[in-house]
């Protein structure tokens, strides 16, 4: 399987479903290959887990699970089979040891950081719709 599959798949449902906290934490996490992010589970000892488990670490509405974490953000939040997840299955197989894969994904965050940046500061069009009369 190419990096395609799994980045694009984390493009399309992975991100939009990420809170800003939990996306700073994946790229603090995925720069430097950080130990505490595993692969082949979901958690090993917390603080250790995997993509998904770090995500929902930092998501309001699964930040109270613990080794369960990544698999019910990934099937209530996400909505996504964690057993046939392309990101899921493509981590499990090397997890950061993967060069390819972890730089297409701190990419795809990065760019995903910009994205948000970019929407927080664009000046906002005011509603003139008020100010029409008929």
């Not at 190419?2 to 603090?28: C, K, M, Q, Y």
């Not at 505490?36 to 979901?42: D, P, Q, R, S, T």
């Not at 250790?48 to 974490?69: F, K, Q, V």
Request: glycine share 6%; with cysteine; aromatic share 8%.
């Amino acid at each position: 399987m190419s990096t395609h599959e799994p980045v694009s798949e984390f493009r399309a449902a992975w991100l939009p479903n990420v809170t800003d906290t939990g996306l700073n934490r994946i790229v603090e996490l995925l720069e430097k290959a950080s130990p505490l992010l595993v692969h082949g589970a979901f958690t090993r000892a917390l603080p250790m887990g995997c993509l998904a488990s770090h995500i929902a670490w930092n998501h309001p509405r699964t930040c109270r699970y613990d080794h369960e974490a990544g698999v019910v953000w990934l099937s209530k939040v996400a909505g996504l089979n964690p057993a046939t997840s392309a990101v899921i299955l493509a981590w499990d197989r090397n997890g950061a040891g993967d060069f390819a894969l972890r730089s297409a994904l701190l990419a795809a965050c990065r760019q995903e950081q910009q994205f948000r940046e970019g929407e927080r500061s664009a000046p906002q069009c005011p509603d003139y719709a008020d100010a029409f009369t008929y």
